[in-house]
């Protein structure tokens, strides 16, 4: 049995503070347990432990330790999709559009260290829940190179390499959770902002871009 995030409209989350993942008992102790002791590292009778049920329980609800993964790393890229999709819709420019993207991703990744840690773990998937993850995750890219190659049409980004810029901005984005605590120096915001101003020099955003998304992170005086 694979469990299916349930659905909610774009316009229902506010892709800047969207609540944490609703997740069920046995999805929230495995996520803990795959945090603690690494994917391979976890037993599904450590998970039924943690919950309190039994593991003839626990695979009433899922069918292998496998799909307990892919529940939660699908539940992850649902939300993360959805998320991006309400921020991009808020502007057809598309220096905003990347600007909101960027944003929205490094808000998800920082807040959501646990689960956004599991990215690593697609390897133990089977091909075929494996392609169904990277298909959604994919998506999300291509939101993206829309919006960069929309700001070199306009004028506003320089970028020779537009698909491979896109890469390796989730790569430096996806990195967040291996560092960000939040009881860290940096809160969310700044974090959010600093990774738009290193985006924005990646692009070859125009100065104009470079300056307004600048004063946006600056504190007030």
């Not at 790569?171 to 101003?197: C, F, K, N, S």
Request: aromatic content about 8%; hydrophobic content about 45%.
């Amino acid at each position: 049995m694979i469990s299916t995030p349930a659905a909610h409209s774009d316009e229902e989350l506010d892709w800047r503070e969207s609540p944490a993942l609703a997740l069920s008992p046995i999805l929230t102790a495995a996520l803990d347990a795959f945090y603690e002791q690494g994917y391979h590292g976890t037993s599904v009778r450590d998970i039924a432990g943690r919950v309190g049920v039994t593991v003839p329980a626990l695979y009433y609800h899922h069918q292998n330790k496998e799909a307990i993964l892919f529940s939660l790393l699908d539940s992850s890229i649902d939300r993360l999709w959805r998320m991006c999709r309400a921020a991009q819709a808020e502007s057809g420019d598309p220096a905003v559009r990347f600007a909101n993207l960027i944003e929205c991703v490094v808000r998800f990744m920082a807040k959501s260290d646990k689960i956004a840690s599991l990215d690593a773990e697609i390897r133990s998937l089977s091909p075929e829940l494996r392609q169904r993850y990277t298909a959604r995750r994919d998506e999300i890219e291509v939101m993206l190179l829309d919006a960069v190659r929309g700001g070199v049409a306009a004028g506003v980004f320089d970028v020779a390499l537009p698909k491979d810029t896109v890469r390796a901005l989730f790569g430096m984005v996806q990195a967040i959770p291996t560092w960000y605590r939040a009881d860290g120096r940096l809160t969310v915001d700044e974090i959010a902002h600093r990774y738009l101003d290193i985006a924005g020099h990646t692009v070859g955003a125009v100065p104009e871009l470079l300056e307004r998304w600048r004063s946006m992170g600056e504190k007030p005086a």
